[in-house]
Nanobody, 124 residues
Framework: QLQLVESGGGLVQPGGSLRLSCAAS????????IGWFRQAPGKEREGVSC????????KYADSVKGRFTISRDNTNGTVYLQMNSLKPEDTAVYYC?????????????????WGKGTQVTVAS
């Protein structure tokens, strides 16, 4: 059974940093594209970032460019989302998702399996 588990969320002050992790069981993350998404209360789900198999490029939403960094560590089969200079508007539940393909694609419907999410709250 394919399963994704996110961790690393929490409460942080504006300007602070968090690192989210996405780990898998039942399959190897290394072989597929991985995306991070977020959903704030009352808002639609938003794509945040994506890294394809092999990490040959990365994609970011305009709202997080220059502040967030996605990376993958194939030694332990984990994908990370480093979030710096956090703002209150970054508050959301963050999800990682796997696309059973090599390349990234826009839109959550392109992704096949999802984690349950981790809450990120940016507040003073």
């Amino acid at each position: 059974q394919l399963q994704l588990v996110e961790s690393g969320g929490g409460l942080v002050q504006p300007g602070g940093s968090l690192r989210l992790s996405c780990a898998a069981s039942g399959f190897t993350l290394d072989d597929y594209a991985i995306g991070w998404f977020r959903q704030a209360p009352g808002k639609e789900r938003e794509g945040v970032s994506c890294v394809p198999r092999g990490g040959i490029y990365t994609k970011y939403a305009d709202s997080v460019k220059g502040r967030f960094t996605i990376s993958r560590d194939n030694t332990n089969g984990t994908v990370y989302l480093q979030m710096n200079s956090l703002k209150p508007e970054d508050t959301a539940v963050y999800y990682c998702a796997v696309r059973l393909s090599r390349m990234c694609r826009e839109g959550g419907v392109a992704y096949d399996e999802w984690g349950k999410g981790t809450q990120v709250t940016v507040a003073s």
